[in-house]
């Protein structure tokens, strides 16, 4: 490409994202163009629209040509520029984690319904990777004693970063399986948004460049849920709270899990799309 100055690049950019099958909306094609272009030149997207003149060095439009090819290929924007914003933060996000996806914010506002805003609480995010949800939480419940657990110790280096990046010290983060080596005492509250796709699920096609491991679950996408759910009436306290995320068409199976496991209480929360979400229940027994 010739010499380009802002206005051209993302015209050309936005046309190079829509020939993708999977960005075939015009929008996303446009953000996407944005945050890479605003990435590559190191401004901000607000700087992009008030100098649409600005012509890219060859550096610059190098390295935005690079970014354009790799999110033609399929590469999330979100890998490519290594943050992704959820909540109020913005996180660091690598190949050993998932993206945060805006949807899950809604497994966040569930939480905070029932967290009192002005008392000691006890609650375990399960699965953690990035520290999305629990790192959320503990924004804005700074009285709340919150842990974050995670498998992968590569995982746990990213959202420990994240914590230090976004100034919140009221996590602690621990390598472990579930609740399997839980010591911490009982909670208040388990939050998870485990792995939930079925190993048949055509979509996973699309989601090469994720952790496999942090996808998809035996037995139709529930069997973590089954486990955690089984685990958490050893670790909640009496009144405490479990709240899964969970696939569109999985609201009834994981209600009958909690309801076959003794909560009570349960629901089911639609997103903003209005699919099925969230589904929460209360442990009564001691």
Avoid at 60 to 76: A, H, L, T
Wanted: hydrophobic content about 40%; proline content about 4%.
């Amino acid at each position: 490409m010739k010499a380009l100055s802002v206005a051209q690049a993302l015209l050309w950019a936005k046309e190079q994202l829509r020939a993708r099958q999977q960005l075939e909306a015009y929008d996303e094609a446009a953000l996407d163009a944005e945050i890479l272009l605003a990435f590559a030149i190191d401004k901000n997207r607000t700087w992009l629209k008030t100098w649409p003149e600005y012509l890219l060095s060859e550096d610059q439009k190098s390295c935005f040509e690079d970014f354009i090819s790799r999110r033609r290929q399929g590469e999330p924007t979100a890998y490519i520029i290594g943050e992704q914003e959820f909540w109020s933060l913005t996180l660091n996000v690598t190949r050993d984690t998932l993206i945060p996806r805006p949807e899950t914010e809604m497994l966040v506002e569930q939480a905070l319904l029932r967290i009192p805003s002005d008392e000691s609480y006890s609650i375990v995010d399960l699965g953690t990777g990035s520290g999305a949800i629990a790192l959320a939480i503990a924004s804005e419940r700074p009285q709340a004693t919150v842990w974050a657990l995670d498998m992968s110790e590569l995982a746990l280096k990213v959202a420990q970063a994240n914590a230090e990046s976004n100034q919140i010290d009221n996590v602690t983060f621990e390598q472990g399986s579930w609740l399997s080596n839980w010591l911490h005492g009982k909670l208040d509250m388990i939050v998870s948004n485990p792995p939930y796709v079925a190993p048949n699920d055509p979509h996973l096609a699309d989601l090469v460049y994720e952790p496999v491991t942090a996808l998809v679950a035996e037995d139709k996408g529930l069997s973590d849920i089954r486990q955690i759910t089984q685990q958490a009436t050893e670790h909640l306290k009496p009144d405490g709270y479990l709240l899964f995320e969970h696939g569109y068409d999985q609201g009834q199976a994981v209600r009958e899990i909690l309801q076959q496991t003794g909560f009570e209480q349960i629901e089911t929360i639609k997103d903003y799309a209005g699919l099925d979400r969230v589904t929460l229940g209360l442990y009564s027994k001691d």
